[in-house]
């Protein structure tokens, strides 16, 4: 079993920044993807960023390239999603996700491992 732990979230100004984190047990994980998801209310789940434990590749969606920047700490066991320039629309619940295998998938549907979720509110 896997056990994910989201944090970091909170209430932040549109142009701040967060930092969320995910802290990983239960497993080893050097096969694994680990992604972030978010789901704002009325909203379906939709992907952010996902990064692969080993080698360190990595994906985006559009809507955050260029503002977001996921990261791992393998001693740690810990990925980080760095996310600056935020505006109103990226207020959702944050998911941190994992499945194994190496490929990087963008469904929700391909992760088998889910965090509770972390709250994150832009005001205008």
């Known amino acids: 079993q896997v056990q994910l732990v989201e944090s970091g979230g909170g209430l932040v100004q549109a142009g701040g920044s967060l930092r969320l984190s995910c802290a990983a047990s239960g497993r080893t994980f050097s096969t694994y993807v680990m992604g972030w998801f978010r789901q704002a209310p009325g909203k379906e789940r939709e992907f952010v960023a996902a990064?692969?434990?080993?080698?360190?590749?990595?994906s985006y969606a559009d809507s955050v390239k260029g503002r977001f920047s996921i990261s791992r700490d393998n001693a740690k066991n810990t990925m980080y999603l760095q996310m600056n320039s935020l505006k109103p629309e990226d207020t959702a619940v944050y998911y941190c996700a994992a499945r194994g295998g190496g490929v990087v998938y963008n469904s929700p549907n391909q992760y088998a491992y889910w965090g509770q979720g972390t709250q994150v509110t832009v005001s205008s």
């Open positions: 990064i692969k434990w080993t080698g360190g590749t990595s």
